[in-house]
């Protein structure tokens, strides 16, 4: 009982936290609400409409929305595998990687959720994904395991990171007999929902582009650059703006991780390139319509190569030892990443694995507006979700944020150390 | 979905699942079994209040059925491509008897031009020619439409089993199960599967009264549809509409399991192919050449 009167204070006091801010806090706030207005808009018209305000039809009938949903799948796996340097390494901040990695999943899952909501033709049908009163077709569906997959893995995320800072909130210990073991069940858990998202398009026959093995380690490989790419730059935010202790040491560390991820996304991506192009077969024109375009059809074709120039620069800034730990060739190195892989599988996935069609038919996909607007509608509530969690989580990983050691009132501040390595 | 029906939708969500079972005690409303798990008498409640809503919406009298596959039954289709002259005659009567939607245009049959000395090659297929022309010289034409594969990579896909091979083997779907997430199109290798991008318009003068349940009653915005073999027609014993229609007698159509039947003939007299065969996808759609 008391440990359920505590929790109410942690609720009401995080409540506390996220309502005081300063303009900057305020401004970016207010940013984030503008633009979920807009896509709340946005998404009102589709539903009043149909997804005939998207430019999706028969021929591409996965896009944008897709391509988000999968580019956030590979953000949120990514985020929690930084667990893996940061035990192998043994940085002082392990919980703090931790915990900021997981709020990461929590945000990119909730966005991936958004997506898949918005792309589907009867939303209020939902409940048909829910085994027992629905009838979610497993094991044969992969979207189905990947409603499973991912719904589990919010849920052990939400149960970690909850119980990290309850945990550290009353002021106590985390219980390595607890934490320990659901740690590492999100290790697999994240490689797991990204392998299965992967097998979503790989098992699919009728699209070759598509029905690569390499698809799912691609997949994996381009994860481990996105994901930790805005861990890095929240870090140094952090930093900056709070008593938040990260070592340079670690932040380089995770860098150099990426340098290798990305080679060999691009190897990855090379041998595919090769295989297509020497076989010559009738499947290399999902490739020609990425690279070169078919005949007059290149609307994705600068977006391909904007995304592999951006990656191959991001490899050499952060291959290269003095341009890793400058802190603006750093930064420019996240941005690159982010960017490339954002265009690798938010446009390079899902548009020419339907381009030509199976008939082959050639039908230019480009998003409409609409799409835009809905869409940046869905990653401002992942910031904000983000944003709000980070703030929380960061006032109790200082220790400004505590209950009283007496019990009862809660949002005292207490100086404590920030916490090292458990 | 008009407005109430979606405010109902909204209420649902928030409201427990056994709470709006008892907002809709009939189980045919919005919460309510698969097609395939209803009691009978849930089923004629359901066709009744179709039947109600078709009078409401078109100001017309349809009559919509269930009826199940018969025994003994398992339905192939075969199609001629050296009689075929592409003139989309069958395109055109399959969307009147099937209802399909003029505006935005779906069309479940889709004819594809192709050069004779290419063959069978999609890349350089047109499916836009002009049928005033047809048959055009150094030309075939190859009609497309669902191949009710016996490994049907649709029926695979589907998250919520809305889409299954019915026991004479026509691939169907459950309107009213449909999520809408468009699996089964990213699935299909023939571009069989169409889905309502926006409500479906249907002339009233021009709808056919007499529909199916899993088959040609008008669909709505956010489902998938596709060829069911006309099952609103082949389950009485009628020919599909393009079967009919064909001016160069290039479609037949039949029961497998019948040794007389006229696809049968077809099967032990000529030699036919599947399309993508080496997708393993078992079409009961064949093609052959008759001359």
Known sequence: ?????????????????????????????????????????????????????????????????????????????AAVLLVIPAYVYNWKPIKEVVILGELLAISAITMCGLFVAVDI?????????????????????????????????????LVIVTYLLFTLYRNRRPDKRIFTPLVLISIPAAVGIHTVTAFLYNGLAARPFWN???????????????????????????????????????????????????????????????????????????????????????????YMWASLACSALAFLLFLLPRT?????????????????????????????????????????????????????????????????????????MLGEFRLRPAGGASGAALPTAVPGVS | MNRREFLCSLAGCAAAATAAGCLDPTHTGWFRKRFRELAPADVAAI????????AERFGKEAQVGAQAALPGVEFGYALDISRCVGCRRCVYACVEENNQSREPQIHWIRVLEMEKERGIDF?????????????????????????????????????????????????????????????????????????????????????????????????????????????????????????????????KFGNLLDPDSEVRYVLEHKRVFVLKAELNTRPRFYYFYGL
Not at chain 1, 13 to 26: A, D, E, H, K
Not at chain 1, 136 to 156: F, H, Q, R, T
Not at chain 2, 131 to 144: C, D, K, S
């Open chain 1, 1 to 77: 009982m008391l440990g359920l009167r505590n929790f109410g204070h942690f609720l009401a006091g995080s409540l506390r936290i996220v309502l005081r801010g300063g303009p900057v806090y305020w401004t970016w706030l207010g940013c984030l609400v503008l633009l979920i207005a807009l896509g709340a808009g946005a998404y009102a018209r589709q539903l009043d409409r149909g997804l005939i305000t998207t430019a999706m039809r028969d021929q591409v009938s996965w896009g944008f929305y897709i391509g988000n949903f999968t580019f956030l799948v590979g953000v949120a796996a």
């Open chain 1, 121 to 157: 033709g009867r939303p209020e049908r939902f409940w048909h994904l829910i085994p027992g009163p629905g009838s979610l077709n497993v094991p044969s569906s992969l979207l189905g395991w990947d409603v499973l997959a991912l719904n589990g893995y919010l849920v052990l995320n």
């Open chain 1, 212 to 302: 690569a093995s390499i698809l799912a380690p691609r997949f994996l490989a381009s994860a481990f650059c996105s994901g930790p790419a805005v861990l890095l730059i929240l870090m140094q935010i952090l930093r900056r703006t709070t008593r938040f202790e990260i070592q340079d040491s670690a932040i380089w560390k995770v860098a150099e991780l990426m340098a290798y991820a990305m080679f060999l996304n691009l190897f990855l991506l090379g041998a595919e390139v090769f295989k297509e192009y020497y076989s010559d077969t009738e499947h290399l024109v999902h490739m020609r319509y990425m690279y070169t375009g078919v005949g007059a059809h290149d609307p994705i074709v600068p």
């Open chain 1, 324 to 396: 890793r730990r400058h802190p603006l060739y750093l930064n420019l190195g996240c941005l690159l990443i982010w960017v490339g892989v954002y265009l690798e599988k938010g446009m390079g996935l899902v548009i020419p694995g339907m381009t030509p069609d199976t008939l082959g038919e050639i039908y230019e996909y480009f998003p409409t507006w609409n799409e835009i607007a809905l869409s940046a509608g869905i990653f401002a509530v992942g910031a904000l979700v983000f944003t709000l969690l980070v703030k929380i989580a960061t006032r109790i």
């Open chain 2, 47 to 54: 066709l009744e209040g179709l039947e109600r809503e078709h």
């Open chain 2, 123 to 251: 890349a350089e297929a047109d499916a836009y020619y002009d049928a005033e022309q047809v048959p055009r010289p150094g030309h075939f034409y190859l009609p497309i439409s669902c191949q009710q594969c016996r490994n049907a990579p649709c029926v695979k896909s589907c998250p919520v089993g809305a889409t299954w091979q019915e026991p004479d083997g026509i691939v169907t779907i459950d309107y009213d199960w449909c999520i809408g997430c468009r699996c089964c199109m990213a699935a299909c290798p023939y571009g069989a599967r169409h889905f309502n991008w926006a409500e479906p318009a249907v002339p009233a003068e021009e709808l056919n009264p007499n529909m199916h349940y899993l088959g040609n009653r008008v669909r709505r915005k956010g489902v998938v549809e596709k060829c069911t073999f006309c099952i609103q027609r082949v389950r009485s014993g009628r020919y599909p509409a393009c079967v009919e229609v064909c001016p160069v007698g290039a479609r």
